[in-house]
Each structure stands twice: as structure tokens, then as C-alpha cells.
């Protein structure tokens, strides 16, 4: 089972940020936050990833918390086609392929609205 | 960008059938993996491939299912006898070695539909 809770539905303005919750309140010191979206049935697109530190790309942004039992992915000017379901995974990262499995929950719908 | 490129993009076939499903991962992956996405529901993990053999499997992955890189390039999943149940969206992704931390990266899915 997956080991976070996101909410099952958001909705934003386009050009405004979207700020997606997620919560991993058992994550274990070695587990990586992974974030995936999938548009309409497409393959998961990967965005990001970070471990404690907050982390940034041409994609979006991660800010974990401190204490790392949650986080928020942010995409800073949101359009009509980040319309997707964003999920959060959290992950060991170690070599191997055995634990290089992601395990999907049911994420969260975001609506980008004009 | 570098692509992990999946044929084809919908398969139809009748129950009872064999079907090879063929991915090209990206070059540098060293890390492949069967995800399957059943109408409405979660994308659910297969298998995982390493060195030429399975990682891990789950509980779905059962003796009608098997996967192989047999020259080195495309990586196939073979199921030998469908089922209806077996229509799904099977998705290939692959990882670099080397980083631990790397994330997987998808194709774009074959839509298989068993009649």
C-alpha cells in the first residue's frame, strides 16, 4: 500500500501556483519523496525528487518539512495543461531493483481552470 | 530528451491469445520494470529486471506472465494466455545504475484490450 494521503481533488487558476500537499508521517530516514503526474492515461512523467532539503527545477518546486512528515509540490504558474493526477511516492533509494519500486496511490486530481 | 519508446501503442487480441508487449528503454538504463494501469485504477506494480533476471514480482506477476531482454536493447513482456481481466495499460520504465536515488522513468503505455 501506498504510504502517503494526498487529497483526491484540487482545483487551481491558471497562472496562479498550485500547491499540492501530500503527507508521509512513517517515513523512514533513507526514503526519498518522489513526485509523478500522469495526463489522461499517459505514462507517469516524472517531476521531482528530494530527500530533507527543499529542491527546485524548470518543472516545479519541493518543500518537505522539517521534520520530513510532509511536503508540498509547487508548480509556480500553473496552465491548462498541467491538468493532471500528481502523485507523491515515497521510496528507498538504494541500488538493486528490488527496491527501486515505486508503489502508486490514487494521487491527487488537479483541475487548472482558465 | 531521450524517450523509453513502447510498441505498440494498442494492442487487441482474444482471449486465450499470447501478446509481447516490446519497450526501448532508454540507453543508459540499466533498471527495467512492468507497471499495469487497469481502467479507473492505480498504476500497480509487475516486475523488475536486473542483470538479465527478475528483481521482484508481485502477486499479479504469476506464470501466465514473463519478461525478457533477450538482445540487449528492446525488453518484452509476454503474456501467454489472456484473460479479459488482462486489459490494462501496461506501461515500461527503466532507472540509471549507479545513482541510487534515480527516478524511474516511463514510457507512454500499450493499451492492451482482450476480447
Known amino acids: 500500500d501506498a504510504k502517503t494521503t494526498q487529497p483526491p481533488s484540487m482545483d487551481c487558476a491558471e497562472g496562479r501556483a498550485a500547491n499540492l500537499p501530500c503527507n508521509h508521517s512513517t517515513i523512514s530516514g533513507n526514503e526519498y519523496v518522489y513526485w509523478y503526474r500522469q495526463i489522461h492515461s499517459q505514462g507517469p512523467q516524472y517531476i521531482i525528487h528530494?530527500?530533507?532539503n527543499n529542491e527546485t527545477n524548470e518543472m516545479a518546486s519541493l518543500i518537505i518539512t522539517e521534520d520530513r512528515k510532509s511536503s508540498t509540490l509547487i508548480l509556480p504558474h500553473a496552465t491548462l495543461r498541467d491538468t493532471a493526477v500528481y502523485y507523491c511516492?515515497?521510496?528507498?533509494?538504494?541500488?538493486?531493483?528490488?527496491?527501486?519500486?515505486?508503489?502508486f496511490g490514487k494521487g491527487t486530481k488537479l483541475s487548472v481552470k482558465p | 530528451e531521450p524517450e523509453v519508446t513502447q510498441t505498440p501503442s494498442h494492442q487487441v487480441t482474444q482471449m486465450g491469445q499470447e501478446v509481447i508487449l516490446r519497450c526501448v528503454p532508454i540507453?543508459?538504463?540499466?533498471?527495467f520494470y512492468w507497471y499495469r494501469q487497469i481502467l479507473g485504477q492505480k498504476v500497480e506494480f509487475l516486475v523488475s529486471f536486473y542483470n538479465n533476471e527478475i528483481s521482484e514480482k508481485s502477486e499479479i506477476f504469476d506464470d501466465q506472465f514473463s519478461v525478457e531482454r533477450p538482445d540487449g536493447s528492446n525488453f518484452t513482456l509476454k503474456i501467454r494466455s489472456t484473460k479479459l481481466e488482462d486489459s490494462a495499460m501496461y506501461f515500461c520504465a527503466g532507472r540509471l545504475e549507479g545513482t541510487y536515488n534515480s527516478p524511474l522513468h516511463f514510457g507512454n503505455g500499450t493499451r492492451l484490450t482482450v476480447t
Open positions: 540507453s543508459n538504463h540499466l533498471y
Open positions: 528530494g530527500l530533507k
Open positions: 511516492i515515497v521510496r528507498v533509494a538504494s541500488e538493486g531493483g528490488s527496491q527501486g519500486n515505486l508503489i
